[in-house]
């Protein structure tokens, strides 16, 4: 099969219902002794999966019929969750680097004691901040918030982030300035009750395929428009897809600003009544009109106008981003333009309405409000004496243990290595190797480490295999805690089997590190994942992100998952709520901010000798980032190529004469790798998009990120393509 047709019969195989056993897992057809529901334990749409159990151990799963997000469906993903937990390569007891180089097994205890010994050596020789941790947005809110208090509180460490920062971090930023605190305002019913669906940078039908399936369900017919540089699946089933010149989002929302402004179509009550800053955004707009910026942007005037008129006549506007967004140099100011489309035309707070930031990751919003790096735990400040205070009294801890200052963001601890400043690194549940951006210049400064342990499921990710000490991590399903989805409802995954061999959960690593550190005292009532989200609930008191009123796992599960906030003020016991339907904001005015800033040229600009503009993103719905899980089953395999590839227009390949399924040299300014050449009219000429699920990919990509969030801007860089003989 060429490629071409792999992906051709991708699109008709992304969704399966239940009814749809084609996709099981091993051991199966056995008859269950219970049944329980879990979140899934991929992306960030939260879908419910019920988990058949036999004699104690999982042995199939089918889509939770009656849960609020996924209505009985699942993709295959989420129907194939099981299988990565059976697989051989599993990590199953800890490894030390020994002398001639190779990492051997040894005891949990002799792993503890090098942990500790290593690290407390590291921080005497170079400093406290001198060990830093990298982690993720895929274990449960309980196990995150341990990580982020046992390294900042007992540990003594400063600086610590997440793989977050490559996903999400533009999205906390831009609401915080716009809307006061870091709160995405939908609810998953909104998908069905808009009338006017607009996906910008969103490649839904492949990243989050049963969000996809909500829009599907919309009884408004409605518009649904796409604002992509390439004919993604999305777009192709969209009523009006933008074919934008890369990263040039940021003029084109300000032209439909603008459109909207000069044809009246803004709702003037909304904007005084619950906004500041429209006056100087108006001004501001002169210089963006659609006709000074159709040539770069790439579309015309006529069309800029009809999008803004698309939008002024619907009712219900709701407008979503994801990574053709955030993962840009101009990130920020790109998502609050789109958060001042909502603003001004009142688009917010009503069914169908919103600017909605889709997450990726299954608990990429726990880690938001709890993994204690760059914001202190329950979304509270470092820099806030009262806030260290209040966090302290409920954690019955010294304040003086929690630092004034947050962490660096993941690139600042990359070259904190370069610099010498960092020593130590710890990294769980997150492939640095092969997601981070510039992947060679990570590969290159692990040799200035002086110790690097890796957390994982497996031994031989790309990031385990250079590390010094790897800790065999239980996962998703071996597991409690909770997740919080995209539309921020919180749900519980439980444990339906057990760790393979020795391999133990965070929580229990995180436990045990405590105690081998010498800091266990600090969370002696930390006793169990549930104890530790209670305590976690009394960390929200009196935050917009308020959950004081969820007593436990139990409730949570009775009642479908539940968004936060949930306390004695929360209005409805609705299982579908959004935020601002009272047109009240997060600021201390109660109002959203307009914030806007002159666009900024590309970092890396094509020119003469790379003349091809580099996309990257997902691949296919079956595979999952770095493919440590997902390439594991045999089924998911059927469905995706299996040799990296690129995707080009078939007129550029004819005029280099690369032909389809051709093995190509790809080069950029960083590294030259072999892939294949995919032809397809998905990208425009001048484009190539390449997935992020093989490893070569990020050996090309280009070091720039977000000023203000520090988001790698992964969706350009300048390359140039070679025939090979
Ligand atoms: N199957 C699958 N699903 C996943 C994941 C996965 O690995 N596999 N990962 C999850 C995670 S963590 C995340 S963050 C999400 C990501 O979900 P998405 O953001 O939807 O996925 P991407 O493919 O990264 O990027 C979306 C689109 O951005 C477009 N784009 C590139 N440059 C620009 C630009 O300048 N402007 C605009 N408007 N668009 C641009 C790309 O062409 C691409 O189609 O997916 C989640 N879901
Ligand atoms: N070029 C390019 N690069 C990108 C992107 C892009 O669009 N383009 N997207 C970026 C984005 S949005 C993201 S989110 C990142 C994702 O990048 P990564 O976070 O590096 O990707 P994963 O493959 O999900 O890595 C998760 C790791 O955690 C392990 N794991 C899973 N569950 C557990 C657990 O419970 N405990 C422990 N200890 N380990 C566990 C898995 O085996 C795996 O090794 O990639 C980023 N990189
Ligand atoms: S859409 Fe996301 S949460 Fe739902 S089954 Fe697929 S991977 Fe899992
Ligand atoms: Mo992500």
Redesign the pocket.
């Given at each position: 099969m060429t490629l071409h047709e792999k992906k051709g019969k991708l699109s008709s195989e992304l969704i399966l219902r239940p009814g749809h056993f084609g996709l099981g897992i091993v051991p199966k057809k056995k008859k269950p002794d219970r049944t329980t529901n879990m979140i899934c334990?991929f992306c960030s749409t939260g879908c419910s999966l019920k988990v058949h159990i036999k004699n104690g151990e999982a042995v199939n799963l089918t889509p939770t019929s009656k849960y609020p997000v996924n209505l009985g469906m699942a993709c295959p993903k989420g129907w194939e969750a099981l299988t990565p937990l059976y697989s051989e390569d599993r990590a199953t007891q800890p490894l030390l680097i020994n002398k001639s180089g190779e990492l051997a097994p040894i005891s949990w205890h002799k792993a503890l004691s090098e942990f500790t010994q290593n690290f407390k050596a590291v921080q005497r020789k170079h400093g406290m901040e001198s060990v830093a941790f990298i982690s993720?947005?895929?274990?449960p809110t309980e196990e995150m918030a341990y990580l982020g208090a046992l390294a900042k509180f007992g540990m003594g460490l400063t600086h610590g982030d997440g793989?977050?920062r490559?996903?999400m971090a533009t999205s906390v930023v831009a609401y915080k300035e716009s809307f006061g605190f870091d709160s995405p305002p939908y609810t998953y019913q909104d998908f069905e009750e808009s009338d006017t669906v607009v996906l910008i940078g969103s490649n839904l039908c492949i990243a989050h395929p049963i969000m996809w399936q909500r829009v599907m369900r919309n009884k408004n017919n409605p518009e649904i428009i796409v604002v992509d540089p390439r004919r993604t699946e999305t777009a192709m089933a969209s009523t009006q897809h933008y074919a934008i010149t890369p990263k040039s989002d940021l003029k084109f929302l300000y032209a439909i600003a603008h459109a909207l402004i000069e044809k009246n179509w803004i709702d003037p009550e909304f904007i005084k009544n619950s906004t500041v800053g429209f006056q100087e955004f108006k001004a501001f707009l002169k210089n963006y009109s659609p006709e000074s910026v159709s040539h770069d942007c790439g579309i015309t005037v006529k069309n800029i106008y009809h999008l803004a008129k698309t939008i002024h006549k619907g009712k219900n506007v709701s407008l979503w981003w994801t990574?053709g967004v955030n993962?840009s140099y101009e990130g920020v100011r790109t998502a609050q333009a789109i958060i001042n489309l909502a603003l001004m035309t009142g688009n917010i707070g009503r069914p169908g309405t919103g600017a909605n930031s889709i997450t990726?990751?299954c608990n990429?919003m726990g880690s938001r409000l709890f993994s204690n790096t760059t914001s202190l735990l329950g979304g509270h400040s470092f820099e806030n004496p009262e806030h260290r205070k209040k966090v302290a009294s409920i954690l019955e801890i010294d304040p003086s243990l929690i630092p004034h200052k947050p962490s660096w963001p993941y690139h600042k601890i990359i070259e904190g290595i370069e610099s010498g400043k960092i020593k130590g690194l710890w990294i769980?549940?997150?492939?640095?190797a092969?997601?981070?951006?510039h992947q060679n210049q990570f590969t290159d400064l692990r040799k200035k480490l002086d110790f690097l342990v890796v957390?994982?499921?497996?031994p031989n990710?790309e990031?385990?295999r250079i590390a010094d000490l790897v800790l065999p991590?239980?996962?998703?399903g071996e597991?409690e805690g909770t997740f919080i989805n995209s539309e921020r409802r919180i749900a519980c995954i439980k444990q339906v089997k057990k760790a393979p061999g020795q391999a133990l959960s965070?929580f229990r690593i995180f436990k045990l590190i405590s105690e081998y550190w010498g800091c266990s005292e600090l969370f002696k009532k930390w006793k169990s994942p549930e104890d530790t989200f209670k305590i976690l609930t009394q960390l929200t008191k009196d935050q917009p992100c308020d959950i004081t009123s969820i007593k436990d796992y139990k409730q949570i599960d009775s009642l479908g998952g539940i968004q936060w906030p949930y306390n004695k003020n929360t209005p409805h016991d609705d299982p579908q709520r959004r935020l601002f339907e009272d047109g009240k904001f997060f600021h201390s005015d109660q109002k959203a901010k307009f914030i806007f800033e002159k666009p900024k040229p590309l970092a890396e600009a094509i020119i003469n000798n790379f003349p091809f503009q580099m996309l990257?993103?997902?691949g296919t719905s079956s595979q999952?980032?770095?493919?440590?899980?997902t390439s594991k089953s045999e089924i998911l395999k059927k469905l995706y190529p299996k040799d990296v590839y690129f995707e080009i227009n078939p007129e550029d390949a004819k005029k280099l004469e690369i032909k389809n399924n051709e093995w190509v040299e790809v080069n950029s300014k960083r590294a030259t790798i072999k892939a294949r050449a995919f032809y397809t009219y998905i990208v425009k000429s001048g484009q190539i998009f390449m997935p992020?699920h093989y490893p070569h990919?990020?050996k090309l990509?280009h070091p720039s990120y977000d000023p203000y969030s520090h988001q790698p801007s992964?969706?350009a860089c300048a390359v140039n393509l070679r025939k090979i003989n």
């Open positions: 334990g993720t947005g895929q274990i793989n977050t490559q996903c990574m993962q990726g990751q990429a769980l549940a997150t492939n640095t092969h997601s981070w951006i957390q994982d499921m497996y990710t990031t385990a991590a239980a996962g998703w597991k965070d990257t993103g997902r999952w980032h770095t493919q440590t899980r992020m990919v990020n990509t992964y969706k």
